[in-house]
């Protein structure tokens, strides 16, 4: 598929938040950016967009879908950085650490090969910003959430087509995920932060617009109010990452307007909008470029 920039700068924006996120306040021992976390599930839809229309788009094209073909393509993609990651983080972590730890590290490495490790920090029954500091190879569970998405849809997009019940299951496996997280975030926070199923609607999001953004464009809209759409959607980003915070009911409702801004953005841009100069700003391209690695 062509390249987006505004793809590329999400997330830029993503996983600079996600970073912010993570570096402490020296005053108060606070995140520096409270909710930068939600830079995570900014990429969720963005990855849900991105693998959904390469996966339509090839059974739409043949009528049929490579499942080998896709997975091999993903591991070229994300192993090669996910392997180095993990040799230099366990050698080093091998001579820091006492044994409790080193039994721990190894623990949640081995889980981050398989893509589990999500399930295993829900096991260990810690939340995520207590486990902060804690589990070095933590920040992999967002990975593992992704490879268990990236295993379920081919096989249902490709069910849903022969069926020719796109929209229709696609709102019910939609509706069934986002009520889970709601229930979840009331009831069971650290299992509905770590379950996919809590999460699935937001990659669903960037589903829908990879199978009906081509429905979308025909609704005609003046490019200076898609300008006014993509900053007000932009501005809401931005100010949910300083406003939410750790104890929010997260992901659930609350959770909804940020993804919504940011499929509004994918659903909207065009490279000749006024806005899009900042999209094409080279430092948020470059960042963006590396964002994974």
Sequence with gaps: MNFRIDINALR??????????HLRNPINDMPLLS???LGVDI?????GFLISKIINDEIERTKKFNISAFYLRRFRRIFPAFFVMLLIVTFFSSGLL?????INTFLSGISSIFFVSNLYFWLSDIGYAEAEGINIFLHTWSLSVEEQFYIVLPLFLLFISVLNRKFTFLLLFFTFSFFVSIYLSNNYSNFNFFNPISRFWEFLFGTFLAIYKKNLDLIKINDLFKNILILISLSFIFLSFFTFEDSFK?????TLPVIFCCS??????????YIAQIFKLQIIQQLGSISYS
């Design 264 to 273: 509004l953005i994918i659903c909207l841009f065009k490279n000749d909008l």
């Design 250 to 254: 997260h992901p659930g409702l609350i």
């Design 98 to 102: 006492n044994l409790s730890d080193k």
């Design 12 to 21: 830029a924006i993503s996983v600079l938040s996600v970073f912010l996120y």
């Design 35 to 37: 909710g930068g976390f």
């Design 43 to 47: 990429f969720f839809v963005i990855s």
